[in-house]
């Protein structure tokens, strides 16, 4: 493990056991430290009293020095960049003075190219994000209807090879997508869905080694893997880049739901030898709920042939639609389909200009960092948690503790995230104190808290004040169970 970490990291899960690091002179020393924290400056933080307020109307009494929450929920829905607003402002403008000609014409102070362009605009600020170039990546459509639209593409079943393995407690819409997917190609999902089941179902991690036999067991009858980069539940990370080696040795072709991966670590989507990849920019890429998606098709996918138009030729089938269509012939309408190269050949519909607007704004933010300087400082802010939590009062007995951790404690196995399994009993006490100091986190019912500082506007402050909200809240609700 590196060296930087601010405190000795010793074995998994374990630290330099030093009295100075509990002390929040500690974390405000460390935010000194970090080379990242002008960052936080870019985002628009709630306040105590904002996450109360019943109107949204701006009230005289909004004080910018008014207690800001511990927001530590970005891998559910990120926080607003300021400059959101100047991007959307750019793009009100712009329709309003040039109406249909705002597609080609360029403005000089203009913070992104012509509407025609701006998806050109996407992928060149996406692309550093996962480790791609820019034609590997487009930002378009939706998580799910991206992932249906790519598994069109990869998912060719033959009555020999013809299921899908993915894991058994898969996000709900990945399950509903491939499951459609399958009955579409009128095959039963019952047998052609290949799920991989935790085998401890209280710590519901996957190891690498059992992945690898699912792929072995059914490498003659299985088409697809598509598994995700960092499980949402446990916050687990998988090593995308060997079960990605393994499935193409088998001769499968591999996917990853990037969802809570990307902005989070530091992917290599190209180098991985990735198929293909899709993901939301509503998480840790703060680009406002719902926010246009993101999906990856490797360069060798990505091809376009027309000296070899027949079988197998040409470019790999798809669903496609005229924002798919070659740029320099897009306009001439001869209703002959011929796609980008790369990614952008995947789009189906011309992008919606404000939302992309959005995307691209806090893309700009990722674009001054590199995500290598995110994932370090995550370590360290992750890890610090980590230290702060498993100090809850050393020396209890396992059955006096209120909670676990159930992410892997490895920190190569994980982002942002850490899942804190409470005790059976104990989650709405625990919530109900968290929310009443500002603290927001999410939970996943039953006993699972998430807690996930983010790198780009976290502190390690919040982190040790989130520790002495969160033990205190778990002595009171032991105490409120008794
Ligand atoms: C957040 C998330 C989704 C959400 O899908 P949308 O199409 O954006 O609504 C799907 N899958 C995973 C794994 C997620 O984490």
Redesign the pocket.
Known sequence: MSSQLPFRYIKSGHYEDDARTYKREYAEALDEKDPLRHFRDYFIIPSKKDLTRKQLAVTEEEDPSDPRCIYFCGNSLGLQPRNVRRYIDQYLRAWAIKGVTGHFVPHEDALLPPFVDVDSAGSKLLAPLVGASPSEVAVMG????NLHLLLASFYRPTTEKYKIILEGKA?P??HYAIESQIRHHNIDPSDAMVLIEPEDPEKPILRTEQILKVIDDNASSAALVLL?GIQ?YTGQYFDIKKITAHAHSKGLLIGW?C??AVGNVDLQLHDWDVDFAAW?HY?YVNSGP?AM?GLFVHERHGKVDLRNTGEGGAFRPRLAGWWGHDKETRFIMDNKFVPQPGAAGYQVSNPSVLDLSAVAASLEIFNQTSMAELRKKSLELTGYLEHLLLNYPPDAAPEDKPFTIITPSNPEERGAQLSLLLQPGLLDKVLEILQSNGVVVDERKPNVIRVAPAPLYNTFTEVWEFCQIFLQACREALKARK
């Open positions: 939706t998580l799910t209807g996000f819409s990945d995700p949402y739901d969802a809570h939301c998480k719902g998606a």
